[in-house]
């Protein structure tokens, strides 16, 4: 059993994961909730026989808010159906951001407790913090409709899934909601933001798009004719 096998093993004991899965192909501790995915990922690498390097990040993905703009998206099928909507890294939230392991496992001791407390902290936070999509909403979009903070500087999924937040959960703000979002659309595209510009000159097919959707069954759906 090499290093990282033995943290996988560790983690396995841990109760706040005892609901999740471990998936060997994903590197990830995997759960499922009504259209919600929540997952701890374990990126590593090995150098050699030196050291192996992991690096704890906790991910929340609510299919509603990602799954109908995927006809619109120029990444692949598959990159888009492994986007999230919010990611949470240890030095997000004050820890270190990877951890550095002997290959021959000499320093486990001394590292795994450092580890594990990063992970756990990180796993308890984005899972209690991002539960639900209100949650989402709350901590995300709601501080831009105030005034109290900017969407990201960079690419364009928060474009989708802030709109799509709004028009689901507030449906009689969704215009107010839509012209802020636009409104640093429009910026981000004067300043040269590349993730917004391809979608330059599609953005009014992709509103139609996106308000022509019934979401009441929790899932998107085009309205019967």
Known sequence: MNVYERIV???????????????KSE????????????????YHVFTFNISMTIQPAAYVRYD???KWWERFDFRSTRDHRGLYTVGVSTDMIGFY???????????FDEMYPLLREATIQCVEYTFSTFKTMEDFYKEKVLPILEGKNEP????????????????????????KIKEIVMYYV??????????????????????????????????????KK
């Open 9 to 23: 093993e560790l983690l396995k004991q841990e109760p706040i994961l005892q609901d999740f899965k471990y998936v």
């Open 27 to 42: 590197y990830a501790f995997v759960k499922r909730v009504n259209g919600v995915k929540y997952w701890l990922h374990l």
């Open 64 to 66: 509603v808010l990602e």
């Open 97 to 107: 951001p990877f951890f550095d392991f002997d290959y021959d496992g000499s320093n």
């Open 152 to 175: 990201p500087q960079l690419g364009s999924t928060w474009v989708f899934e802030y709109l799509t937040a709004g028009r689901i959960l507030y449906p009689e703000s969704y215009e």
């Open 186 to 223: 429009e910026q981000r595209t004067l300043s040269g933001e590349p993730g917004i510009i391809k979608y330059k000159g599609k953005w009014g097919e992709i509103l139609a798009y996106l308000e022509s959707l019934d979401f009441s069954s929790g899932k998107a759906k085009l309205p």
